[in-house]
């Protein structure tokens, strides 16, 4: 956990943002900006609290998003921007669909959402999701949810700081690399087993997560950029393989590849060279 932490501590915050910068969720949601200005923000953070248990990779999905604003115009108030999301759910996202739907008819009478969301209070705007769904707020859409809300205000030009005690969203690919990582020990015969093992236990992914944060500095929902853009890559099998992918992606213009291998040796451990 110590060794991670330090190589995050040497990535820094710019560099986390580098990282940002180049998800795909931050490369949509300001497309999304170009669009529609700052009613993204709102945008973002409803679509977020239904997506769960997609029928797509989320890089595609995102993507789609924008490319379904960008057909049906922008909205321009709260009730108007849940039936966009609704439309968009009905056509790219029917798995579980009448749940989504119901969570999309609640949130209709929380207008609330769009409001703090706009105002840039990630804090505020957790606590509100939480109170509006009568949720958990660590549960992984919520926190979620945030951290669209957080691409959105970026995407709009705003610096806002993300509150630390936010946690980052304890999903596949973070779940995937906290083994890989080797932070956590895990008894199971594969590496999907593994995942899926520690899915059931998402207070222990957390709980991780949060120590790397307060060794690090840097708050665990900036920890979820990195983690996730690198998990996009496990599949390659090897860290060079993930560098050379990462390369490509135009990352090592903006950090020292030292750094970028230093991160990459520590998240993905159990990987061979």
């Not at 669009?35 to 029928?55: D, F, H, K, P, Q």
């Not at 996202?93 to 119901?102: E, M, T, V, Y």
Request: with cysteine; net charge positive; glycine share 8%.
């Amino acid at each position: 956990m110590c060794a991670v932490a330090e190589a995050f501590r040497e990535l820094g915050m710019d560099g986390v943002q580098v990282f940002e910068d180049r998800d795909p969720q931050m490369i949509a949601a300001r497309e999304i900006h170009d669009l529609c200005g700052r009613v993204c923000v709102a945008i973002l953070t409803v679509n977020a609290l239904v997506s769960y248990m997609l029928e797509v990779k989320g890089e595609e999905y995102w993507q789609a998003l924008a490319d379904h604003v960008r057909g049906l115009g922008c909205p321009e108030d709260h009730e108007e921007v849940v039936e966009l999301i609704k439309s968009f759910t009905l056509r790219y996202n029917r798995r579980f669909l009448n749940a989504k739907l119901s969570r999309l008819r609640g949130l209709k009478a929380c207008p609330q959402i769009t409001n703090t969301a706009l105002r840039g209070n990630l804090r505020a705007l957790w606590k509100s999701i939480a109170g509006c769904l009568g949720s958990g707020r660590e549960a992984k859409t919520v926190v979620f949810a945030v951290k669209m809300a957080y691409y959105g205000l970026r995407a709009s030009g705003k610096h806002v700081r993300v509150p630390a005690e936010v946690p980052i969203p304890a999903d596949f690919r973070v779940a995937r690399i906290t083994y890989l990582s080797q932070m956590v020990d895990v008894k199971a015969k594969t590496l999907n087993n593994v995942t899926q093992v520690l899915m059931r236990k998402p207070q222990v992914i957390r709980r991780t997560w949060y120590e790397v944060s307060r060794l690090s500095g840097i708050p665990p929902l900036n920890l979820d950029a990195p983690v996730w853009v690198i998990g996009r890559y496990v599949g390659l099998g090897r860290k060079s393989s993930i560098v050379e992918a990462l390369r490509n992606t135009g990352i090592t213009n903006h950090l020292e590849e030292g750094v970028i291998k230093h991160l990459i040796g520590e998240l993905l451990y159990l990987l061979p060279d």
